[in-house]
């Protein structure tokens, strides 16, 4: 499995629900999503883990706008989603993954 961006728009808001998730294939015991959203603060936005293994999480984006994130897991690994909507170099030599609202 692979990680996954879902999206749902909504109408009554200018708001995209996105929900991240972090494939069951990393071995993860915490996981954190990372990004422009909450200034790249690594203990912001902790994921949860799912029943079925994965660590997930929906965060309500201003629609419109583009995301820069990553996921840091078990505190040192750093991991892009590899459904993402596009990515940009980052400063570390790396890339960061975005997502589109």
């Known amino acids: 499995m692979t990680t996954?961006?879902?999206k749902q728009v909504l109408k009554s808001k200018p708001i995209t629900?996105?929900?991240f998730t972090l494939p069951?294939?990393?071995k993860a015991e915490n996981a954190y999503l990372v990004g422009?959203?909450?200034?790249w603060d690594e203990k912001a936005t902790p994921m949860k883990k799912q029943k079925v293994g994965t660590f997930a999480i929906t965060l309500e984006l201003e629609k419109g706008r583009e995301f820069?994130?990553?996921?840091l897991v078990?505190?040192?690994e750093w991991h892009n989603d590899w459904h993402a909507d596009r990515y940009v170099p980052?400063?570390?030599s790396g890339d960061n993954s975005v997502v589109t609202t």
């Open 74 to 76: 078990n505190g040192t």
């Open 36 to 39: 422009d959203f909450n200034n």
């Open 24 to 26: 069951d294939s990393i």
């Open 17 to 19: 629900k996105v929900t």
């Open 4 to 6: 996954m961006l879902k």
């Open 90 to 92: 980052n400063p570390f």
């Open 68 to 71: 820069q994130f990553r996921y």
